[in-house]
């Protein structure tokens, strides 16, 4: 019954799709189990790149089933054009299973996520706009709609016109817009039902089965432990639950089913959007990150705010998520820095803090405490294990280790496929 759960352990964009994409081959189903198409993986296999929002990244591997379960938020025309975009270039995707209670981003929760942020003005989130937190924000007020609902026209008409009630009121006399007609959003809605019929399932049945059948069952989260909307830096997170606890949730799968949580860490950090973040950097060293990592974001193309790596953050996510496991990913990025900083504690207000501050206040004021490590010159990118890495490599590796709480079962030292080194199996 191994049940793996593969999550960002810092604020997302850890390179998540390259380490679900080396397990890909031995996995029978990749489950996506919260947020939507504010994530961005890319995935390069042989000479393709593969930029995905939506759909699991097992979706590149033959053998593999990949699910959208309940706790998504489903935007059907990017999950549609998404699927096409796949076809044209070869890719099966008729194995998709779509659960029947994962909820819709419809037209206006994507006009309401853009107008409330430009109405915070400078207190914005800095969100993706692609409409997530308005979708749970209906789910949570019971006035969400599902995917099940596009095949019954009555009802999905009566919940349309329930959500619109308010929005409609609050567009036109706070926000200044026009009002969006039940009619049309309806319609539009119907339009996707005949295309995703051949894709929905219930898929907490099919996942279920599928352990007990000793399937191996991956689940995939989106974003990250800091941008979780309980345990991340509130306000300043994603409106879903990325955490081990969340794939539970969000596919339909007992907490006594899991077997394994991988948390993925970057051997820096980024994060995108507004909030704190202790040790970015805004000097050349973070814009060398930026340009070296690539650092900028697939989904919505802005660059990432960049900064050394947070060991207080990394054992933060170990016991959040109950991490068995780290894959540490973009080691290849450091090579070239004389020394690398990395942040073992912080100075709030003139203490010294070991652990993440739960006080949203200690923690803007969070200054982070380095320690210096001896880098390295040699390119590792051909390195197969761990004793190829150069001997300063293999300290910076295991110091983060030591800190972080968790064994690093992998690291990835390139953004290739095969450029990944295996330290213990997964499996
Ligand atoms: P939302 O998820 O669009 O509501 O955005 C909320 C916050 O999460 C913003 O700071 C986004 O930049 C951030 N965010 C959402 N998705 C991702 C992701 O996949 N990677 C990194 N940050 C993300």
Redesign the pocket.
């Known amino acids: 019954m191994p049940a793996l759960v593969l999550l ?1 352990a810092q ?3 850890e390179g998540k799709g390259k380490a679900t994409d080396l397990l890909g081959g031995s996995v029978d189903y990749v489950v996506r189990y919260q ?2 198409n ?4 890319t995935v390069v296999v042989g000479d393709q790149k593969y930029a995905l929002h939506l759909l699991p990244s097992g979706i590149l591997s033959p053998g593999c089933t990949p699910v959208i379960g309940n706790g998504v938020v489903v935007d059907p025309s990017v999950l549609l054009s998404e699927l096409s975009g796949l076809n044209e270039r070869g890719v099966d995707t008729s194995k998709l299973l779509i659960s029947g209670n994962a909820h819709i981003i419809t037209p206006y929760n994507v006009t309401v ?1 853009k107008v409330t942020e430009r109405f915070l003005g400078k207190r914005k ?9 308005p979708t749970y924000a209906d789910k949570i007020n019971r006035v969400g709609i599902r995917v099940q609902d596009l095949y019954d026209e009555s009802i999905l008409t009566q919940k349309v016109e329930a959500a619109l009630d308010v929005k409609n009121q609050m567009l036109t006399k706070l926000y200044n817009r026009r009002a969006i007609a039940v009619e049309q959003v309806v319609e539009e809605l119907l339009g996707y039902a005949d295309k995703l019929a051949p894709y929905v399932a219930d898929t907490v049945l099919v996942l279920n089965e599928a352990l007990e059948q000793d399937k191996v069952v991956l689940f995939e989260g ?3 432990t800091l ?1 979780d909307i309980d345990h991340g830096t509130y306000p ?5 639950n990325p955490t081990a606890g969340g794939a539970c949730t969000g596919a339909g799968v007992g907490p006594t089913k899991i077997s394994r949580v991988i948390g993925i860490l970057k051997a820096y950090t ?6 704190p973040f202790p040790t970015e950097l805004f000097d050349e060293d973070g814009e060398a990150l930026r340009r070296i990592g690539g650092e900028r ?4 193309g ?1 660059d ?1 705010r960049c900064g050394w790596f947070d060991a207080v953050i990394a054992r933060y996510a170990t016991r959040v998520n109950g991490l068995t496991d780290f894959f540490l990913t973009k080691l290849d990025v450091l090579t070239g820095w004389e020394q690398i900083p990395v942040c073992v504690a912080y100075e709030i207000d003139g203490r010294r803090v070991e652990e993440l501050p739960y006080s949203q206040t200690d923690f803007h004021h969070a200054k982070p405490v380095y320690e210096m490590l001896p880098g390295w010159n040699e390119d590792i990118s051909k390195a197969k294990s761990f004793s190829d890495l150069p001997k300063n490599a293999q300290a910076y590796v295991k110091t983060l280790e030591e800190m972080s709480g968790a064994p690093i079962s992998a690291i990835g030292v390139g953004p290739g496929r095969t450029e990944t080194i295996e330290i213990n199996s997964f499996l």
Do not use: E, K, P
């Open positions: 960002g604020w997302g964009d947020g939507g504010n994530a961005g993986h996520d989130i800095g969100t993706t706009g692609r409409g997530i937190g989106g974003q990250g941008l300043f997170v994603t409106s879903s980024t994060r995108v959007g507004a909030g974001g697939v989904t919505t802005r990432r």
